[in-house]
């Protein structure tokens, strides 16, 4: 939630936005088109995402645009730049601009209330980063996604096996976006994948990096000042990962015996892989989640039932897609 002064502003871009905001089109969006016969063809919806310069928004959003084509469903994009005045303001004027409902990937996942209240009706379809359960509302509000959690188990146990399942481990976590649902889920179930695996893990850095190879490596010569050794890196998405197995490299360590995970399985995560240097990912599949979230979209935007939809879960406020692991046995046939 945020504090009131926040709340207020939105509030009142909100009033802005229903006064003025009377089309989408008229605030920057651009409009996509597409043709096919799929469930809830016809419906208008309105697709907000702060930016695309990380790897796997990037691929979502445009995994999205061709869900959008292939179920014939009209498609306006439009980057909000972050802004979460913006981002209520384009909320607030969906439905008079004639859309039937909004995926949304909000730049602060604490803000769901207030998007929900903006949309005047509209259902909302998050994406990409999970608001708390009690903004959800089945049929309605609903978050479409991957069950976070297991990606930090897939790495936990991973890293376990390959180890040999040692009962102590020097470990480094490098974090995504601070307050960012994956990286808190991540996070934890890696940690408690490790307790559960009978490792007592010694924490010897956990930071942000904020989903940036830079950063990663930035922060891993900072690690090595502290004269520590570590013995595993996790990473909560893959370009961290990278970043890691550069850090690693600068420092003239063996990234084969230090084993490096990430979360994403994007192009250059399973090429890393291939070539012997990041040991395991998960698949974050972004072709299904776009899918799912266009489907979804529709239905709603349409007045049905999530219970069409493939993943629905039993209270009918989130479409799960699966994770899967990625290592060298399967990273060829992932992209």
């Keep these: 939630m945020l504090k009131n002064k926040s709340f207020k ?10 006064l003025m905001c009377t089309t989408i089109m008229g605030c920057g ?13 016809g419906a208008k919806i309105l697709f907000l995402i702060p930016d695309v310069n990380d790897t796997f928004r990037n691929t979502l ?14 498609l306006d994009y439009v980057e909000t730049g972050g802004s979460v005045e913006f981002e209520a303001n384009q909320v ?22 207030q998007m929900n209240v903006a949309s005047n009706g509209l259902p909302i379809i ?15 509000y609903i978050y479409v996604g991957s069950n976070e959690s297991d990606a930090g188990r897939y790495q936990g146990e991973y890293v376990l096996q ?72 996790f990473c909560n998405n893959d370009t961290m990962a990278l970043g890691a197995v550069e850090g690693l490299k600068d420092f003239g360590l063996d990234y084969t015996k230090i084993p490096v995970t990430g979360v994403d399985a994007t192009a250059d995560g399973c090429a890393s892989i291939l070539a012997g240097e990041m040991a395991f990912t998960v698949l974050q599949d972004a072709k299904g989640q776009g899918a799912a979230a266009v489907q979804a ?12 939809v493939e993943g629905v879960s039993e209270d009918k406020k989130f479409v799960w897609v699966p994770f899967a692991p990625v ?9």
């Design 9 to 18: 502003r939105i509030i009142g871009c909100i009033l802005v936005g229903i």
């Design 29 to 41: 969006a651009s409009s996509s088109k597409g043709s096919g016969g799929a469930s809830g063809a």
């Design 327 to 335: 290592d060298k046995s399967n990273a060829a046939s992932i992209n």
């Design 126 to 140: 998050y994406v990409n980063n999970q608001p708390a359960d009690e903004h959800l509302t089945a049929n309605k």
């Design 92 to 113: 607030a004027g969906a439905k008079a601009a004639g859309y039937d409902a909004i995926i949304l990937r909000p730049a602060d996942g604490s803000t769901a209330l």
């Design 162 to 233: 390959k180890l040999g399942n040692p009962k102590s481990l020097n470990v480094i976590i490098f974090q995504g976006e601070a307050g960012h649902s994956a990286t808190i889920a991540r996070t934890a179930s890696v940690k408690k994948a490790l307790k559960d695996g009978g490792c007592n893990a010694n924490y010897v850095f956990v930071d942000s990096a904020n989903w940036s190879d830079v950063e990663a490596r930035e922060k891993f010569a900072i690690f090595m000042k502290t004269g520590q050794s570590v013995d595993a890196i």
């Design 297 to 308: 979209a529709a239905v709603l935007g349409k007045g049905g039932d999530l219970s069409s």
């Design 61 to 74: 959003a445009e995994a999205i645009k061709a869900a959008a084509s292939q179920q014939g469903v009209t």
